[in-house]
């Protein structure tokens, strides 16, 4: 019989954790090394040095070459840059392994290719990563070997940020001063800091890795620009939740033993609702730790599945037609003394604090929904948004019922003096036990869902940073917190002018409430009569970022100055223009090289066919083939004039010198544009011979692993 291996015997052993540091760093280093990642202060240089030894020993024996300041510049994903532990080689051509306090603090990668929107001309490359050592270090197993990965901020010899973290790591820091504002405020004494907690849900989609290399759009684009629907999409929603195939089984048990290995908390694992699609989501921890992890958990994912020969997609819609995939960014405030201020508790109309909190979160989020809708803008994520059980562009907030209820109470009266309590449901089945029900239900459809204790923001797109979102929530909320700090500060009897600030922002700001269905064009209408904002493409999101009032906003938090925020807008409109650039023109090549010469074959085929046939038989029916050829040849005409279309917007619009007209103009030209190219492609793909198609088809892609 073989040894069983338990979680709890591997779990964090490539992570550099309190438990690794208090064994092998001296006391005195360790406390002071505990105390500057507690109360978030800089490490002083003696420390850094015995750490980065520490550290250095420990990743050499377990097989590290390298190590790397790993950083998330604005490209959404992470880089890295490797450099080995050797020293230059002894007289005797010896070497030794070197790692200094310096090494571990601060490095300074040749920067000048990294997205900066003008923040930093190439000539002068600069670029300084430092180590954010309140997420730990820890060890990646490659093929290029083992690597010891220290997570790092990005930012420029002037400090302007240059990546995701160290934004984050300034709204972290901001919403905790607002917060004990508050709290102090209102006589808290206990509390030092308070930090966001996320827990993000993944989605992906895992196909052969056979299929993937034989489609020129998945390679180059991470989507398909062709296909047509099989005979079976998601209809039949047997695939959620169901049972999960042995070939994916196996990936998802390598992945969690990786994920495990790294620390990361992998906790539930399911069938989303398309063929094809999973989910994973780990336990919720810190803002910051969540978010690198969230970038491991989407490497690990295609790392993974290379190695089974799969495929992770990990884009928002690969397939038209079938659910895209997002990530559910879960949301909550809490104390280094474990207060969730997001937890209501049972009777939350006594619940004061819960409620002021509650009452800011619905003012920022109303203030800034155009911000919290841009920060889950990608290109990606435009096909997704509003259409198959994803969230529509429209912030709006769901309480539930108990929490609506109450509310509604403090709107009519003044005040509430009960709160709905949790119901007993009857399964009508006496070996059953009585379950109660949870005093929030759910509501699918809100991008911004009150559930229990936290929100759960589920517009991000899947292949995104959960950064920006939560750079952006933590500062809203902090501004919000810092408006009632203001006042409470002043405040003869700051429990009543709590209530009063709770009242006011809940009737300023209730709006931003819609517990109805998200998903229906009433929804729509509605909200554009209550004013909040639609913003249904990236290019439309993209100016929230540098209005007078976010910038005021971001610059009064410290989080971000305006140069700062006019570069990103500038990245992300680059990166609209240069992602759909690259779409049309893969679609031009597979059309243009394949489906049209496709065509061209098979018409010729069957114009060869009426002709055989009619003088092997004049009297026989060749209608069918008449037909079809008069069919095909139609859209085959349609196909290559939309093409010949989709180049001309396609140069006229990347000529274009401004980047905004630039963009904008992929948006209302060239997508309209490939849209006209799909459409008869995808037509003649049921009218083609299977066997002369040349891409693989959805149903290959999406039936073929999972059905295994
Ligand atoms: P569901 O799909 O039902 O929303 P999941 O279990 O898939 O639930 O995911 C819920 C996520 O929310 C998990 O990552 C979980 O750790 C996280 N979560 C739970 N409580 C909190 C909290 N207080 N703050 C932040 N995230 C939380
Ligand atoms: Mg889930």
New binding site residues.
Partial sequence: MSETVRISDYFGVDLFNDTVMRERLPKKIYVDLKRTIRERTELNPATAEVVANAMKDWAIEHGATHYTHWFQPMTGVTAEKHDSFISAPTPEGKTIMEFSGKELIKGEPDASSFPSGGLRATFEARGYTAWDCTSPAFLKHDGVGTILCIPTAFCSYTGEALDMKTPLLRSMESLDTQAIRVLRALGNTTSHTVIP?????QEYFLISRENYLKRKDLIYTGRTLFGAMPSKGQEMEDHYFGSIPEAIGVFMADLNERLWKLGIPA??QHNEAAPAQH?L????TECNVATDQNQLIMESMKKIAYKHNLTCLLHEKPFNGVNGSGK?N???I?TDDGI?L?NPGKKPHENDLFLLVLSCILKAVDEHADLLRFSAADVGNDHRLGMQEAPPAIISIFLGEQLQDVINQLLTTGAADHSIGRGVIQTGVSTLPDLFTDATDRNRTSPFAF?G??F?FRMVGSSDSIADCNVVLNTIVAEAFSDAADRLEKAENPEEEAKKITLENLRDHQRIIFNGDGYSQAWVEEAERRGLPNLPSMVDAIPSLTTEKSVAMFEKMGVFNRTELESRAEISYETYAKTINIEAHTMMNMAGKKYIPTVIRYVGELGNSINSVTSACPEADVSAQREMLIECSALLSEARKALKHLETVTLEAAAEKDIVHSARRFHDEVIPAMNALRSPIDKLEFLVDKSYWPYPSYGDMMFQVGSK
């Avoid at 989501?281 to 919720?284: F, K, N, S, V």
């Fill in positions: 907690s996320v827990g993000a849900e906790k539930t989910e989501a780990p336990i919720y559910h879960n949301w909550s809490t969730n997001l559930t204790n936290k759960e």
